[in-house]
Nanobody, 126 residues
Framework: QVPLVESGGGWAQAGGSLRLSCAASGITFNSAAMGWFRQAPGNEREFVTTMKWNGGHTYYSDSVKGRFTITRDKDKKTVYLQMNSLKPEDTAVYYC???????????????????WGQGTQVTVSS
């Protein structure tokens, strides 16, 4: 059983929108955080957004704040990433992540997340 299954992504023109989803299974959500990282070719992995499962507090990178929105369905253990006003620099492979026992100061650190999805490609053309 794959712990994280991503869907969505694809291609969009600049200014357009895409929606990603990620369903978790077999993971116990104790003090968990669930969110997204991305990696463009030749670039380092980059934090995008995350949500604390208890309380629903959300965190965004400055590069996507105001354009991307993370939401969740607690019963389905699923998060969604609504991406609006897309820019060519948003082009990357997007990875869904889950971490348990993640402290606030580590939320933007990929090493804090034990579970990673297979990645889904997002391509934005100018």
């Amino acid at each position: 059983q794959v712990p994280l299954v991503e869907s969505g992504g694809g291609w969009a023109q600049a200014g357009g929108s895409l929606r990603l989803s990620c369903a978790a299974s077999g993971i116990t959500f104790n003090s968990a955080a669930m969110g997204w990282f991305r990696q463009a070719p030749g670039n380092e992995r980059e934090f995008v957004t995350t949500m604390k499962w208890n309380g629903g507090h959300t965190y965004y990178s400055d590069s996507v704040k105001g354009r991307f929105t993370i939401t969740r369905d607690k019963d389905k253990k699923t998060v969604y990433l609504q991406m609006n006003s897309l820019k060519p620099e948003d082009t990357a492979v997007y990875y869904c992540v889950v971490g348990t026992g993640v402290i606030t100061s580590s939320l933007r650190n990929g090493a804090a997340y034990a579970y990673w999805g297979q990645g889904t490609q997002v391509t934005v053309s100018s």
